[in-house]
């Protein structure tokens, strides 16, 4: 993709399908971009295996993107049919739709807001198989995952700091390839004044989920939680919190089980450019972490997280990549670089390892399960050259039985499983048309259980990008992959793209 594109070429497309407001000219509250994109693919190991077969694989994609930042309707929605033919007969022709989008509707100023969001999309659940995770070839129908959501909130004002909100989220999750369908629904309440006393103030929390899961032997899955927190803001920088409460689980069906709370953490915020943020709690199954790091330069931005907690694939798949502390310090970062935002998305997408549509986390599994999460990331601009840097480790446990479970859920065959990345993007501009983008990325996954398997891969990719016009650009791209391990294979691709936008 084109990273780099000329100031007039910029300046054009966006002003072709924007709509603006009686807002000041610089603001844009809307930004539709309709546009095309063919290309041509050819690999040399089509089925991923150790015999290999080439195949030449062409794809038409209409696609509609659509931003809009302010107003009383937000959001971003980025959604493509994809049209998939083998020309030589040796897979499956397809049409599908991969689509990623949220938004928000303020139904009542500053009172009830009603958030929503939806997810579809063709990709490699298995850590340990196939092909890696993002990979544009994987365009079987048994790896569509399917997730919507629906979340109206109220806002409460009790005076001049004291805040309150009521929620409620009903999720979907289904798919094919043995995936269940998984529906969660989750109340939240929230009341606080961090300042009643001064320095000092307080705050009170309950939070009640129910997860129906048509894969485990378990048909619910209840949990429940009540925290009340006390803050203390030593300076204007600075807040220490204690935390104390409760929560009830039933991971297992019929062993409820009760525990308490106890935890802390702090908030500093030493410069507009630096901010940390650490919270820790003794809970059921052990200690919870939730740790940010972020510090924004000039020309580069830096993240760290680290979070120990419960997730599940139907959190994770249905996220906003602008919930992504990275992907949303970098677009942030860009901004000036690339006003228009759907441009913007694209870049950031490329550079950090996203895929065109969905989020950056593959897996995907029909149980809860305890994630201990590191990511680091750190990000340089300069007048022609972008360079991402990101390191991560992954390490997912499973919290409920793996009775029920469809053999291609790799829980059913593991307890843990953990996953270590490391990638370098750079994109360099060569002409005010023309750019160069390559990136090498080395993950090893590893699953432990009844037996234990292992596999490392490595991916490499170098294209050229061209800007034909202010509608029209092309790229030419190399890639290399390899994978040893639980399955063993090579592939090399090459793939020639042509983009039109309207």
Do not use: C
Request: no cysteine.
């Amino acid at each position: 993709m084109l990273v780099f594109a000329s100031a007039a070429a910029q300046a054009q497309t966006e002003t072709e399908t924007e709509t603006e407001t009686a807002t000041p000219a610089t603001s844009r509250a809307v930004t539709i971009v309709p546009s095309v994109q063919a290309s041509l693919k050819y690999t040399d190991n089509g089925n991923v295996g150790s015999n290999k077969n080439g195949a030449w694989i062409a794809e038409v994609a209409p696609a509609l993107s659509v931003v809009r930042e302010s107003g009383g309707l937000r959001g971003h929605l980025n959604a493509r049919l994809r049209n998939v033919v083998h020309l030589d007969g040796a897979g499956s022709d397809d049409s599908f739709l991969a689509l990623q989008g949220f938004g928000e509707a303020e139904a009542i100023e500053k009172r009830l807001f009603v958030d929503v969001d939806a997810s579809i999309n063709r990709n490699n659940r298995s850590l340990l198989q196939g092909r890696s995770g993002g990979d544009e070839l994987n365009t079987g129908s048994a790896s569509e995952t399917r997730v919507y959501g629906i979340s109206p909130r109220l806002l409460l004002n009790f005076g001049p700091d004291t805040r309150g909100q009521v929620l409620y989220s009903s999720r979907w999750m289904s798919g094919g390839g043995g995936l269940g369908s998984r529906r969660e629904s989750k109340w939240n309440a929230g009341l606080s004044n961090p300042r009643q006393f001064g320095a000092f103030g307080w705050g009170l929390q309950y939070d009640r989920s129910e997860t129906e899961n048509s894969q485990t032997a378990q048909g619910s899955a209840p949990r429940e939680s009540g925290r009340a927190t006390l803050f203390a803001t030593l300076t204007p920088q600075f807040r220490v919190r204690a935390i104390g409460g409760y929560e009830k689980t039933e991971f297992t069906p019929g062993q409820p089980e009760d525990h308490s709370i106890v935890g802390g953490g702090f908030d500093w915020h030493p410069t507009e450019r630096t901010s940390l943020s650490a919270t820790t709690e003794n809970r059921f199954f052990g200690r919870s972490y939730d740790v940010s790091l972020s510090h924004r330069r000039a020309l580069s931005t830096w993240n760290l997280s680290y979070v120990r907690d419960i997730t599940s694939s139907l959190e994770t798949q249905g996220a906003s990549v602008f919930s992504d502390p990275d992907f949303k310090a970098l677009y942030d970062a860009l901004a000036s670089f690339f006003p228009d935002p759907v441009q913007r998305e694209a870049v950031v997408r490329s550079l950090l390892g996203f895929p065109p549509i969905g989020s950056r986390d593959f897996f995907v599994t029909d149980v809860h399960y305890l994630t201990r999460k590191l990511i680091a990331t750190a990000s340089f601009i300069g007048l022609r050259n972008i360079l991402t840097v990101s390191l991560s480790r992954n390490e997912r446990t499973r919290l409920e039985p793996a009775a029920g479970l469809d053999t291609r859920d790799e829980f059913s065959r593991f307890s843990t499983l953990t996953s270590r990345l490391a990638s370098v993007a750079l994109s360099h501009r060569l002409t005010a048309e023309s750019s160069l983008n390559a990136s090498i990325t080395r993950t090893r996954s590893e699953g432990v259980g009844t037996s234990s398997l292992q596999t490392e891969r490595t991916m490499f990719n170098v294209g050229l990008s061209k800007q034909f016009g202010p509608k029209t650009a092309g790229d030419f791209t190399y890639r290399f992959q390899r994978a040893t391990g639980a399955a063993d294979f090579t592939e090399n691709m090459i793939m020639a793209t042509l983009s039109m936008r309207f």
